[in-house]
């Protein structure tokens, strides 16, 4: 809104928020602003001044903040106001709001008519009885014929106005009326104060007093007239002044319905011709005469505006009337009003601000304080109404004839009236006329002016770094130099009041130093300490401070060492120091360790240490032990059981069953089983396992209950029905992170208890990724000249996958230069014009044209280099539904046959000579795998056959049969022929041809295994590792 403002050409100072409204309502506070020539109020609560509505402030509040104008709040809420109500301040008028409500009826002036307002400044407003009246000055329209001059009016209206119809005086006022304000000099040419400034009305004398002065142009002259309300009111009652036509006389001219000029309401027919005499008579013709027919106070060469008044009773009289006027030059007159003669006097003359010329912008008197409230673009200040200390003899405070002072006997001083009784017996006054200015006044000082810099020169003299009255040029050491001494001085002048006719003059200094810069000085030396010990190397002291004086307000601190030392020479050696003895003390105790047993109860340990403080000097070592221990773990502890590996099966001597040729083997397993992990307590149970075999190779398994060891607790406890583990799985993957598993079959049924299949995490490192194929070169970065093209390659995990180039090695893109034609021969010549169409020789053309045929380049060569015509041949391509001869049908398609033949002939030598090549390096290096690398159309294989080991779910029980496929030899051949009884171990798997004694499980040849794959990787020791894995399977069964 202020940048607004400011583009409206209005000035910075003008563009912030003055207040210019602030009344009383109730409770409440109506405020408004100038908001930056954005007027707006609001409605705030007394207290906090808390916002409770926001109202629109036009028509309510000028848009100017120097505008004069008026504002007045009714005890009903009703807002009138007296301003301009445009931008530009051309329209004037007097309105009427209701605040109570939102976009309330405003009623106003007639708008743009100089016989309601003409160019008006409104100088204040008061309240009496049914009416609200406005003094301003305005351009006299009735001596228009005569020139133009500004004459003080009083317009009149009522407060219940209803205004106008919408066909006459459509929210318009209907009880406006005017009269001129007159205030002159009398005589045969009377001097008239025409411009009135300020006012104040007193309700309880219903007198308006105001301030009158003479044009800007003229002599500068000054008047204070009251009018009593019975003279304004026979103004308003007598004759109005009207001009019948414009370039008439005006006419004094009376007017009988008055009614609605008076606020009384008439009939129907009257309230017509009411509205029609409101639009046609204003003006009052008789102007209002003041109460005592002349100014009561009339000054020359002088201009007063603002004023107050006061009504003080006096030891002699009930109401003294005290007018506070101030001028333009920035200071209050203080004016006494004699009750009898009404002649007045001036008591005294303020300054309020310490710089003269400071204009006086608002002042009011408040009863309830007993003082004068000034406000000033500076401050607001308070300004008590009497003065009576400033008189310190009772001649001099006769002689002031001020109202409010008078002589206390008792106290013997110049006081106002004691607890307000004006006849009290022991306080004189006489203030029955003006102050006597004759007699001997002793002089007073003024008051102390603010603090300001000073300095002090060689003579013992100050100066001020200003004026005497506080001047604050000094303060920022314009006057002084940064390193000098300085002080805070204040001034004052005798002139409160100055002696005059032979009084005494003021007594005391006129001014006043404090702070003064002071350097910092050395006091004297002090005495020598003793010295510091009384044998070997010692010292002894002496002091002194920086405090003669001290230094203060920006003094330099002393300079030097405020501590002096010398050695003490003359003392004798000291024996070595004997150090006392330090007995040793505890430290703390650490964390328990952990506890020695997990179950079945421990102990365990805290330690601490004899540090607190170590023994020293043949000390004592601390008593007590260096350790505390505690039982843990006392809950009982779970038996302890491992079962011990199944022994090999063996053949049992003397086993061999009569029918049928089979056989018997046996096998023995331990269990070590206790309730703690003492070996003293363990129970070991032997578990025996018998097989029969048949000489087909199968098995059948018992369990012989007495074939356990006597004395061993067999027979306790019951085994599982599980049978063995078998080996872990070849891990799935050979890196990332793969699974092995293992199985194992039930035995028996009811004892089976847990999962026939396990697994377990492998080869959990993280893969390496492979480079892949490099991308076909980038074209030249450059058309001429030498460029840069790159390729690029991508990393890529085992399955095929993009990762990140930092699994691989290397760099991802490759550079390399690259060779144009020569930026010469471009130079000069301009674009290439767009290819020809094919010509009769199956040709196609295009042409460039040298814009520079004679220049020379950087390099000395002539520019348009080359030739300027381009050549390349067509591509003919017939439309299929151009009819061809037919011989040129046939001539086509013997060529095509020919071009096919040779194309196949060459793909054929290509093919033959790189299969050779391939064999060749093939039978050279032998054959590789290459794991991972996508750049090969071809791969080695990965995976190699094996024999199959199938397996079943623990679901039922397996059928058991001989380890071997083969049959038994004969009885003269028979490895289990020896009747002695002992156990030998069965038949080696290798002693037979592959096909004879292969394993029922691995029951095909291993040239015939083709069913089954495992990843077997391209490196030599993962294959022996399958070889031997082969054999462990082998030796297995």
Not at 518 to 539: D, L, N
Not at 716 to 722: A, L, V
Not at 949 to 972: E, I, L
Not at 1000 to 1023: C, Q, V, Y
Request: aromatic share 8%; hydrophobic share 30%; charged share 20%.
């Amino acid at each position: 809104m202020r940048a607004l403002c400011l583009q409206k050409g209005q000035s910075d100072a003008a563009c912030h928020n003055y207040v210019m409204v602030l009344q009383s309502y109730g409770s409440q506070v109506y405020a408004c602003g100038t908001h930056a020539f954005n007027p707006r109020c609001t409605v705030r609560h007394m207290e906090d001044l808390s916002v409770t509505r926001n109202d629109d402030g036009v028509a309510k509040c000028p848009f100017n903040p120097n505008a004069n104008m008026t504002a007045l709040m009714s005890e009903s809420g009703q807002l009138f106001v007296g301003s301009a109500t445009d931008f530009s301040g051309l329209d004037s008028a007097i309105m009427r709001s209701d605040i109570t409500e939102n976009n309330s009826r405003i009623l106003r002036t007639v708008q743009y008519n100089s016989l309601w307002l003409n160019e008006p400044q409104f100088a204040g407003s008061f309240e009496h009885g049914g009416f609200i009246y406005f003094v301003l000055r305005e351009a006299a329209v009735e001596y228009m014929n005569c020139g133009k001059t500004i004459y003080s009016r009083i317009a009149r209206v009522c407060k219940n106005d209803p205004g106008g119809t919408p066909g006459i005086l459509k929210d318009n006022w209907t009880s406006f009326v005017k009269a001129r304000l007159n205030c002159s000099l009398p005589g045969d040419y009377p001097f008239y104060y025409n411009e009135v400034q300020g006012m104040v009305y007193s309700q309880d004398e219903g007198v308006l007093y105001a301030t009158f002065t003479t044009p800007e142009n003229s002599i500068h002259g000054s008047a204070i007239c009251a009018y009593n309300m019975s003279a304004i009111q026979a103004a308003f009652d007598g004759a109005f002044k009207h001009q019948e036509s414009k370039g008439a006389a005006w006419r004094a001219q009376e007017v009988s319905n008055r009614d609605h000029y008076e606020c009384r309401s008439g009939s129907a027919t009257g309230r017509h011709m009411s509205l029609i005499e409101s639009s046609k008579y204003q003006l009052m013709d008789q102007a209002i005469q003041p109460m005592t027919g002349r100014p009561l106070y009339h000054t020359a060469l002088e201009r007063l505006s603002h004023i107050a008044i006061d009504i003080i009773p006096t030891k002699l009289h009930e109401r003294v009337h005290i007018i506070y006027a101030a001028t333009d030059g920035g200071t209050i007159k203080k004016i006494s009003v004699l009750p009898r003669t009404k002649d007045t006097c001036v008591i005294e003359i303020w300054q309020p601000e310490e710089h003269p010329e400071t204009p006086i912008k608002v002042m009011q008197y408040v009863k309830d304080t007993e003082s004068l409230y000034v406000g000033t673009e500076r401050a607001l200040m308070r300004i008590p109404a009497n003065h009576c200390g400033r008189h310190l003899s009772r001649a001099s405070c006769l002689n002031s004839m001020d109202p409010y002072c008078g002589w206390n006997e008792l106290q013997e001083a110049c006081t106002i009236a004691p607890n307000g009784d004006t006849l009290a017996r022991y306080w004189v006054q006489n203030a029955t006329e003006c102050p006597v200015l004759t007699a001997p006044v002793d002089g007073g000082w003024s008051a102390w002016s603010g603090w300001f810099r000073c300095a002090q020169s060689p003579h013992g003299q100050t100066h001020n770094g200003g004026s005497a009255g506080g001047s604050t040029i000094g303060a920022t050491g314009e006057d002084f130099g940064p390193n000098a001494d300085t002080c805070l001085c204040r001034t004052r002048t005798c002139n409160n009041p100055p002696p005059k006719n032979g009084g005494s003059g003021c007594t005391g200094m006129h001014i006043a130093v404090s702070n003064c810069t002071v350097h910092g000085g050395w006091t004297e030396w002090s005495a020598w300490s003793a010295c510091s010990q009384t044998c070997g190397m010692a010292v002894k002291t002496r002091r002194r401070t920086c405090g003669n004086p001290k230094p203060a307000h920006g003094g330099r601190v002393c300079v030097g060492p405020d501590r002096a030392e010398i050695y003490c020479s003359h003392l004798p050696p000291c024996p070595a120091p004997k150090q006392p003895p330090i007995d040793g003390g505890w430290g703390p105790y650490g964390d328990f360790g952990e506890c020695s047993a997990v179950c079945g109860g421990g102990f365990r340990i805290r330690r601490r240490k004899c540090d607190n403080p170590v023994p020293q000097n043949g000390g004592m070592d601390c008593s007590g032990c260096h350790f505390d221990y505690e039982v843990c773990n006392t809950q009982p502890c779970p038996d302890v059981r491992k079962a011990g590996t199944w022994t090999p099966w063996l053949t049992v001597a003397n086993g061999t069953m009569a029918s049928g040729g089979g056989y018997v083997e046996k096998r023995f397993r331990f269990t070590c089983k206790a309730p703690i992990a003492d070996s003293a307590l363990l129970k070991i149970t032997p578990k025996e396992e018998v097989r029969v075999c048949q000489p087909d190779g199968s098995c059948q398994r018992s369990v012989d209950p007495n074939a356990l060891a006597p004395g061993l607790g067999g027979g306790e406890e019951s085994e599982d029905g599980w049978g063995e583990w078998s080996s872990w799985s070849p891990c799935s993957a050979s890196c990332g992170g793969g699974y092995q598993h293992r199985t194992r079959s039930c035995e028996k049924v009811h004892e089976c208890v847990g999962f026939n299949k396990t697994r377990r995490a492998c080869n959990t490192q993280p893969c390496r990724g492979e480079w892949g194929c490099w991308t076909d070169w980038s074209p030249c970065s450059v058309s001429c000249g030498t460029g840069t093209r790159t390729r690029s390659r991508q990393c890529l995990s085992m399955s095929g996958s993009v990762t990140p180039e930092n699994d691989c090695e290397g760099k991802s893109v490759q550079y390399e230069s690259c060779d144009m034609p020569s930026c010469d021969s471009f130079l000069g010549w301009g674009e290439w014009s767009e290819w020809s169409p094919c010509n009769g020789d199956n040709e196609r053309i295009r042409t460039r044209s040298c814009l520079q045929p004679h220049a020379v380049s950087a390099t000395g060569e002539l520019t348009c280099q080359g030739s300027d015509r381009e050549l390349r041949k067509c591509n003919i391509e017939q439309a299929n539904d151009v009819p061809l001869p037919p011989g040129a049908v046939y001539a086509s398609s013997i060529s095509a046959i020919v071009i096919a033949v040779l194309v196949t002939m060459l793909v054929c030598c290509g093919a033959s000579i790189a299969g050779t090549f391939l064999f060749m390096n093939r039978k050279k290096k032998g054959l590789k795998a290459i794991q991972g690398s996508p750049c090969y159309g071809s791969y080695p294989n990965q995976y190699s056959s094996l024999p199959t080991k199938d397996y079943t779910d623990g679901g039922h029980k397996p059928k058991r049969q001989s380890s071997f496929k083969g049959a038994r030899n004969d009885a003269s051949g028979s490895k289990l022929s020896n009747g002695t009884g002992t156990l030998v171990k069965s038949i080696n798997v290798n002693g037979g041809p592959l096909g004879i004694n292969t394993p029922k499980i691995l029951s095909k040849s291993f040239n015939e295994t083709d069913t089954a794959t495992i990843k077997r990787n391209s490196h030599g020791p993962n294959n022996i590792r399958h070889a031997r894995q082969l054999e462990m399977d082998e030796d297995k069964y």
